[in-house]
């Protein structure tokens, strides 16, 4: 059983299809990426999925149940986390403040499970460490985005989900970004995964989905549509 189904999923802002009969399926343990020129949907099937808009039609499963229904905070208690788009950090608050804004979204056992998910992310992101008081806003756009993934692993994801998370960064530090979601995966954590950056996106990916106009038209292996002179051609600029 997938521990994430999409079935038949479409999406509507007012007489705008945007999303239009998008079934798909993330397995326990997997890394998946959607990808897609912009306009294609893939945003809107991630806010689908983290409660954030409501489906015209369609069904979502997540690890057994039926949360088509269930609304935003629920999914995050269930083990949906989202790193949204634009990072969405609170510019005003200190990065150890937009950490534990992550932890309240779902409670911790006890203190010592909170310390130790808080050192794993001061492990695989030393920067936030080092700026625990810095305030988020005052940060580069790389170090938001850091402390957008950060804030997301403090609420222990069962499926992390990464909304374009190499937006507006620099070369040197998109690779720094991918490393660390590697690492992330590497670490047993699902993830679905929303990019641009195609070469990068489809080299780690177990599988990946192409989305055009709100449809799913292409599905793989990520090393395989790699090599496809389609995909190639579309999204890697090879011709």
């Given at each position: 059983?997938?521990?994430l189904e ?5 999406v509507s802002?007012?007489?705008i ?11 326990e343990?997997?890394?998946?990426t959607?990808?897609?020129?912009n306009?294609a ?6 806010r689908?999925?983290s ?7 369609g069904t ?5 149940r039926?949360i088509?229904r ?5 999914r995050?208690?269930?083990g ?8 969405g950090?609170?510019?005003g608050?200190t990065?150890i403040?937009?950490l534990?804004?992550?932890a ?13 998910t808080?050192?794993n992310v001061?492990?695989l992101?030393?920067?936030l460490?080092?700026?625990?008081t810095q ?8 170090e938001?985005?850091?402390?957008a993934?950060?804030?997301?692993l403090?609420?222990?994801p069962?499926?992390l989900l990464l909304d374009?998370p ?8 998109i690779q ?7 690492e ?7 993830v679905?995964?929303?990019e ?5 996106a489809?080299s780690?990916?177990?599988r990946?989905?192409i989305?055009?106009t ?9 090393k ?6 389609a995909?190639?051609?579309?999204y890697?600029?090879?011709?």
């Open positions: 059983m997938p521990l999409l079935e038949n999923v479409s802002y007012g007489r299809e945007a999303v239009r009969g998008v079934s798909l399926t993330v397995e343990g997997e890394l998946v959607l990808i897609g020129a306009g949907g893939k945003t809107t099937t991630m689908a999925i409660g954030i808009r409501p489906l015209s039609t979502i499963r997540f690890d057994g039926d088509t269930m609304k935003a905070h629920e995050v208690v269930a949906v986390v989202q790193a949204p788009e634009g990072r950090v609170f510019p608050m990065v403040e937009n534990e804004m992550g309240y979204a779902r409670t911790f056992k006890t203190k010592a499970e909170h310390d130790a808080l050192d001061f492990e992101f030393p920067r460490a080092e700026r625990k305030v988020g806003g005052t940060m580069s756009g790389g938001q985005q850091m402390l993934i950060g804030r997301a403090m609420a222990r069962k499926l374009e190499s937006m507006g960064l620099a070369p040197m530090v720094q970004i991918f490393r660390i979601i590697s992330i995966h590497d670490q047993g954590t699902t679905l995964l929303v641009q950056n195609a070469q990068q489809l780690r990916s177990d990946a989905y989305l055009e709100g449809e799913v038209t292409t599905t793989g292996p990520g395989d549509l790699l090599v496809d002179p995909v190639k051609a579309a890697l600029g090879v011709a």
